[in-house]
């Protein structure tokens, strides 16, 4: 088992042994790692355990250091709810710890929390600035420097879950014992064909995993219980896989990715609503989409940054992980290159970096963000007017 999925692993240990032995869980935990399925699967396990579905607004906050100090965060942890025994805090943006500035108030205020902590809180710092891949050896200098840091700091006070990449490997026998625990077989090939055409990426995979059972479902019968304990019933071969993942991304992201490059901002808005539609989550999965057009966009800026040509170098240009299925190669190549340059993807990033912020902000109607994002997205970019050429402004007496 990989880095990633051991340290989440130990981890849902710790909160599973709480319910019967408190000593089990620490007073804080720092999530380090952009692993978002790991986080996504770790954040449940904390929020079925000590967040009542009914409290929630009273014993969970989601606080970002961009927009709370950290005094105010720990002051917070300090003060007992009146309304629910046990509160969990998740910090966002841990990189504000680390920006300029020696920060001594900060880490002798943190100091001084976990000294004496208290016991009906667990603070959660979310450190999703880094990138921790599945082999630790391979960690890039600027992320293993951050790392340490923050093993010398945060690390004093609380246990670290490193939530690295998961490789194949651990991605396969995910996807084998996954579908096994809902009474289905999965062929090995068909598994093989699921990984490699997705590029290990977890999100995707556990999606897709979910639209396959229930084909399967729809075709063997599903069991009563969705458990293995009544045996298998069902059956997922390299067929299905071919039919049901491969030509359902192609209409989907890649095609809202291309329209988007296009500028085509009529049919960018017709695929969003229609990826918003097929989704059982709905507007609940605006998360998700953003996080897979935020990676896309990444995918591209390095394809136009190493002048990536065709597929054959794109492999060598992304790395284990971090790579897109097979079949999108080219067609990412081509939207990659209709991009002037460098200015125009960052741009892109960082209006996904401000819907993501807006939506975490819990908006009326997450559909209006996602609409606008693709609106902004799909269209050209406003010519920037410096000051001394702003148009002077005369009026007529």
């Not at 599903?222 to 390299?238: E, H, K, N, W, Y």
Request: charged share 30%; glycine share 4%; net charge neutral.
């Amino acid at each position: 088992m990989g880095v990633g999925f051991a340290a989440a692993e130990r981890f849902l240990t710790d909160i599973a042994a709480s319910a019967t032995n408190p000593s089990a869980l620490k007073p804080g935990y720092v999530f380090a790692g952009d692993e978002i399925f790991l986080y996504e699967r770790c954040r449940a396990a904390v929020l079925k355990a000590f967040v009542p579905t009914d409290f929630r607004e009273f014993c969970l906050s989601e606080l970002d250091l961009a927009e709370h100090s950290i005094f105010e965060i720990l002051d917070r942890a300090r003060t007992p709810s009146l309304m629910a025994p046990f509160q969990v805090i998740f910090v966002r943006n841990v990189k504000q710890l680390y920006t300029r500035g020696a920060k001594k108030d900060e880490f002798a205020e943190i100091d001084r929390y976990f000294r004496y902590p208290n016991p009906a809180a667990l603070i959660i710092f979310v450190a999703d600035h880094l990138r921790i891949p599945a082999d630790p050896r391979r960690i890039e200098m600027e992320d293993k420097t951050k790392f340490e840091r923050l093993r010398e700091t945060l690390g004093d006070h609380c246990a670290i879950v490193e939530l690295a990449r998961v490789d194949e490997a651990d991605a396969m026998r995910w996807v084998s014992s996954t579908a096994q625990d809902q009474a289905t077989r999965i062929d090995p090939d068909a598994v093989r064909e699921l990984v490699d055409a997705l590029g290990a990426d977890m999100m995707l995979i556990a999606s897709e995993l979910e639209k396959l059972l229930l084909y399967s479902y729809g075709r063997f019968g599903a069991p009563a219980d969705r458990s293995s304990s009544v045996g298998i019933v069902g059956r997922i071969t390299l067929g299905d896989v071919e039919t049901m993942v491969l030509s359902a991304k192609q209409r989907s992201l890649y095609e809202l990715t291309d329209a988007i490059s296009l500028k085509d901002r009529a049919r960018a808005l017709a695929l969003l609503h229609g990826l918003l539609n097929s989704s059982e989550a709905g507007e609940e999965a605006a998360i998700g989409h953003l996080y897979m057009l935020a990676r896309t966009f990444r995918q591209m800026l390095v394809i136009l940054e190493k002048n990536v040509r065709d597929s054959r170098a794109i492999w060598q240009a992304l790395w284990q992980g971090f790579r897109m299925p097979p079949f999108a190669a080219d067609d990412l190549i081509r939207q990659a290159r209709r991009y002037k340059s460098r200015r125009d993807l960052t741009r892109a990033l960082r209006l996904i970096a401000r819907a993501d912020l807006e939506l975490r902000s819990s908006p009326p109607d997450k559909r209006i963000v996602l609409e606008r994002l693709i609106f902004d997205l799909a269209s050209e970019p406003k010519p920037f007017l410096p000051a001394y050429a702003s148009p002077q402004l005369t009026f007529e007496a």
